[in-house]
């Protein structure tokens, strides 16, 4: 891990650090306004609500534009929560719940050989990261029924699609006002 780590400049550490802070600082805002959308619809609300809170691990990934990146930011979010035992962890389950995300997000990455600079490629990675996030929590908590199952994919991939947008829409705000990574 630390040669890992050492491929790694001090100012992406914090960046890194930062969007992952900022992914678990939004979690507790909009999963309960989307429980109120998602609660008689008989889906979790993760499953909508992801999109808006796993966003920052494609902003960081954008950002620092190294592979692995959003495999290390999803590790700091479960690294935090598990330490702090906020935003519904559960354990050691936690280091595999929020990890998902960014290793597919970066297995994502290695395969089509990209970088994250367009609009499709943002899309793209914040609907696999909210895909993968809400099929490994239906596999560990919920096992929802196959139709429940589809519905609670669908909505995750157009949720973590639109988050993706939106991470597009920050990466282009910041590289507007001049910030260099």
């Known amino acids: 891990m630390n040669k890992f780590l050492r491929k790694f400049e001090i100012n992406e550490l914090v960046i890194i650090s ?14 309960p306004l989307i429980h109120m959308i998602t609660g008689p619809l008989m889906i979790p609300g993760g499953a909508l609500a992801g999109g808006f809170y796993m966003l ?7 950002l620092i534009d190294r592979r ?4 290390l930011i999803a590790l700091v979010q479960a ?12 354990g050691f389950i936690s280091l595999l719940t929020y990890a998902l995300p960014g290793i597919m997000i970066d297995i994502f990455l290695i395969i089509t ?14 609907a696999i990261a909210n895909i993968s996030g809400t099929y490994l929590s239906n596999l560990v908590f919920f096992r929802l029924p196959i139709v429940p199952l589809m519905f609670s ?22 590289k507007k006002i001049g910030m260099e990574i």
């Open 153 to 174: 994919l669908s909505s995750a991939s157009i949720s973590g699609g639109i988050g993706g947008l939106i991470a597009y829409l920050i990466f282009f705000k910041i």
């Open 56 to 62: 920052w691990i494609v902003v960081g990934a954008a």
């Open 79 to 90: 690294i935090i929560v598990m330490i702090s035992g906020t935003f519904g962890t559960h």
């Open 113 to 126: 050989r990209k970088n994250i600079k367009t609009p499709i490629m943002f899309f793209l990675c914040g």
């Open 18 to 31: 930062f969007t992952a802070a900022l992914g678990l600082a939004v979690k507790p805002v909009v999963v």
């Open 68 to 71: 692995g990146t959003a495999t």
